[in-house]
């Protein structure tokens, strides 16, 4: 009689199939066997018609793919993860978990689709390491208050001798490695604690639904809690639409309260306000010209480009940037000067803002005005923000802010030389 078995779990689910075989060797003694089948669903297991080799390509299509990935995600956001690292921090986090998401998912996919999804989890994977690693090299920069980036970038120990004792100092980074071992140890308890009382596909996705939420929510307000002393974009529009308004300075731990973790790129706000216009800095000569005019469809050419570039020059002559708002379109561009400092740089971000809050307030009518009516209000902007900018820097030094550390440009921007 041939021995054959299934196992199920609680919830009907195949877990396991017993299988017997009897033979006879050489000598003619009976020689039975036990065979235990174990069910995965996974691509190239668990499929009679399928081979390792599907197995390895799979493997080796989720390992390119996050690899590929990881290379355009570099190259693309490169530049704003540094300036950006709050929201880095927390879309690894949304990053990995979607990757669980999806790996949890795929079962219930034919092979086909259940191939793609697997690749995208791995996708999600490399983006994730990408910008944890990115921010957390950021965030370590910021704690490290009495500029001992080393020590917290440190891997070995390093032991200080004191008279009359030696004293053993544990670097922060294995401090930092400690605590997630600890972590690590908990959660895997806690895991056991909750897997024993999971057991159909309901109470799973709930587990796991609920689980993960938690784990946004904790990171999320771990996120909110760091305030960055650099001014990036959102904090820039936050820290000097006050300043312009109220005459009055936020300090880092207040703009860490109002500020978005999640904000659209180059979009300009006073205060708390909803956007109103956009701006980009670090642009090239070419794309501020193309504001200035629309081009001729053949050659390409700006009518009066010439002599408006000529204007604007003598505009910012004694500045280290130009500085265009295109009212029509509600985008203001700035060009940087060759040597700038990161000073010059949040100055430019201020005078566009400044000036597309005027445009924003003056209606309808100041969004059409035309290019000497726009420049006018450039040169009244220009000379009031000039008055107030040394008083504006020397607050912004007081209240805890890195006016020196540049943390504007997203991108790989360009500069030009005048000569």
């Not at 983006?127 to 950021?138: P, Q, R, T």
């Not at 450039?378 to 008055?387: F, G, V």
Request: hydrophobic share 40%; with cysteine; charged share 20%.
């Amino acid at each position: 009689m041939q021995v054959h078995i299934e196992e199920r779990d609680k919830a009907g689910n195949l877990t396991a199939t017993y299988v017997g075989s009897s033979s006879k060797d050489e000598k003619g003694r009976p020689n039975g066997r036990l065979d235990v089948i174990v069910p995965n669903i996974c691509v190239g297991v668990g499929d009679a018609s399928a081979s390792p080799t599907t197995a390895l390509l799979l493997s080796i299509l989720q390992d390119s793919t996050g690899r590929i990935a990881t290379i355009i995600f570099a190259d693309r956001l490169g530049s704003s993860l540094e300036p950006e690292c709050k929201m880095y921090r927390l879309a690894a986090d949304v990053f990995n978990d979607a990757a669980m998401l999806l790996d949890c998912f795929s079962p219930a996919l034919p092979q086909g689709p259940r191939v793609v999804l697997l690749s995208s989890s791995s996708m999600l994977r490399a983006l994730c390491g990408v910008a944890a690693g990115s921010s957390k090299a950021s965030l370590s920069a910021h704690f490290a208050k009495w500029g001992n980036l080393g020590e917290l970038n440190a891997v070995r120990q390093r032991a200080y001798y004191r008279w009359p004792s030696s004293v053993s100092v544990l670097t922060t980074e294995q401090k930092d490695s400690s605590q997630e071992t600890v972590i690590s140890l908990l959660g895997m308890l806690a895991g056991s604690v909750v897997i024993s009382h999971v057991s159909s596909p309901m109470a799973t996705w709930t587990s796991l639904i609920l689980l993960l939420s938690i784990h946004l929510a904790m990171n999320r307000a771990a996120v909110r809690a760091v305030s960055m002393h650099n001014l990036n974009r959102q904090r820039a529009n936050l820290v000097i639409s006050t300043y312009l308004d109220q005459d009055r300075i936020m300090n880092p731990k207040e703009v860490s309260i109002q500020e978005r973790i999640f904000e659209w790129n180059g979009v300009l706000r006073w205060r708390s306000s909803s956007p109103f216009a956009a701006a980009r800095i670090g642009l090239s000569l070419r794309d501020l010209l193309a504001s200035l005019g629309p081009a001729h469809e053949r050659t390409g050419s700006i009518r009066d480009a010439e002599a408006k570039l000529t204007k604007l020059i003598n505009l910012f002559s004694q500045e280290d940037f130009l500085v265009w708002y295109d009212a029509p379109q509600r985008l203001g561009h700035i060009t940087i000067k060759e040597g700038a400092a990161a000073e010059s740089q949040l100055k430019a971000w201020a005078l566009v803002l400044w000036i597309a809050h005027r445009h924003h307030a003056a209606g309808p009518d100041a969004t059409s005005a035309a290019f000497e009516s726009s420049l006018e209000v450039h040169r009244i902007t220009l000379q009031e923000l000039s008055l107030r900018w040394s008083d504006c820097t020397s607050r912004l030094r007081s209240a805890g802010w890195d006016v020196d550390m540049a943390s504007l440009e997203t991108t790989s921007g360009s500069r030009i030389c005048l000569k």
